[in-house]
């Protein structure tokens, strides 16, 4: 494997680390608040576990693992882990767009750092 495949399997670790976080919240939130009572928690539960969204969710993160462990075998960690922080501000930006989730002035200072800061440790 070469250094660049090394790099795709990291890209794709972080493609299904991010599209399994957003189909969850989304998939999560339509599903309301967990009912107070043993039975009706567990039935709430079983609803998520069987919903084809959350499985599929829970299965990108699978991929993504699979690709993590992939890249592990080319590139030293401390190159390849803080590629995969970039997850973070992806995340909080696409909740922004498309759950309408707050993006304050101080989540995009540190969305700014977090870039910074993963440019910095690549270079």
């Given amino acids: 494997m070469t250094k660049f495949t090394a790099y795709g399997f990291v890209f794709i670790t972080i493609v299904f ?9 989304w998939q999560a939130s339509m599903a309301g608040v967990p ?4 039975r009706g928690r567990a039935q709430f539960l079983y609803a998520i576990a069987i919903n084809p969204w959350i499985v599929c969710g829970l299965f990108s ?4 693992a699979v690709a993590w462990i992939l890249a592990m ?4 960690i401390n190159v390849a882990y803080p590629l995969v ?6 995340v909080v930006v696409l909740s922004h767009v498309l759950f309408g989730e707050e993006l304050t002035l101080l989540r995009l200072i540190g969305i700014a750092l977090i870039v910074v800061g993963v440019s910095i440790v690549n270079l």
């Avoid at 680390?17 to 919240?25: E, H, N």
């Fill in 17 to 25: 680390t991010i599209f399994g976080q957003l189909v969850i919240k």
């Fill in 35 to 38: 009912p107070e009572d043993w």
């Fill in 61 to 64: 993160a699978v991929i993504a």
């Fill in 73 to 76: 075998t080319k590139l030293p």
């Fill in 85 to 90: 922080a970039l997850t973070f501000p992806c």
